[in-house]
């Protein structure tokens, strides 16, 4: 894969992109990160980006001409193909104004060749990036900051992780939160129509977060300051293993993401522990 960033604070970079998974996926040759200068596309003494907008208002907006140009010189398939899915591309503008991006986002990202963000910065950018350049806009939340950048930044490690290679095991990348691959969905459907045994049930808790939150984890000692592993994974009975991880994951989706529930595949058994959980507090809230 090929990403592109285009910025005004192209420094701001070099410690991201320096660390960890990204940069080991591009020493090993499965992602090429550019990141480009929009001040080397401007034509005027002061390098000028931005602007006052017409109509008035706070703050500046960024300048399409420099945006337009730098995207021109990259060379990519039209903005009509691209949005067309007849290439594997995509621009994308980040902005407080875009879909919210989230794990599914980052797997429809990382099966492209070639990515670009477009770093909105100060109040905005002028409109006509949206409408005429990018093929798509989002946000890494529903908040602002003051550039895109650290989102850029943000997108740029989910997709990469996503690479094939990219992590060590790429097991782990199925078993984390939000993640639903068709195994899980599968798993769960068959556990739903009243099919039985271990590998049938619910999505499996050590290969598939099925959407749900990631189940705890702990690791050694055993007993630390007096806080015990429980005493479920410490059994050595898978099934009693899948079980309590998720039952767990279900706790912690539903104090913590109760929304995720909406669009999870649920089994009889999760719609069962939910339902008793549900009962439970109430009779707390009774007293």
Known sequence: MKADILTIFPGFFRGPLDHGITRRASEMGLVEIAVHDLREFTHDKHRTVDDRPFGGGEGMVLKPEPLFE??????????QERMAGRVKQSVILLSAQGRRFDQKVAEELAALDRIVLICGRYEGVDE????????????????????????AAVIGEAVTRLLPGAVGNEASTRQESFTISSSTEESARKESAGRSGAQTNAPSSTCGSGGLLDYPHYTRPADFRGMAVPQALMSGNHEEIRRWRRQR???????????????????????????????????????
């Not at 995207?71 to 903005?79: D, F, G, K, V, W």
Request: one cysteine or more; a negative charge.
């Open 128 to 151: 006509r990036v949206a409408d005429f350049l990018a093929d798509r806009e989002l946000s890494i939340g529903d908040y602002v900051l003051s550039g895109g950048e650290m989102a």
């Open 70 to 79: 730098c995207l021109e010189s990259l060379q990519l398939a039209p903005r």
């Open 249 to 287: 994951a279900l706790e912690k989706t539903l104090r913590n993401r109760p929304d995720l529930l909406d669009t999870v595949a649920l089994s009889d058994e999760d719609k069962k522990f939910l339902s008793r959980i549900n009962l439970d507090e109430g009779k707390k809230a009774r007293g």
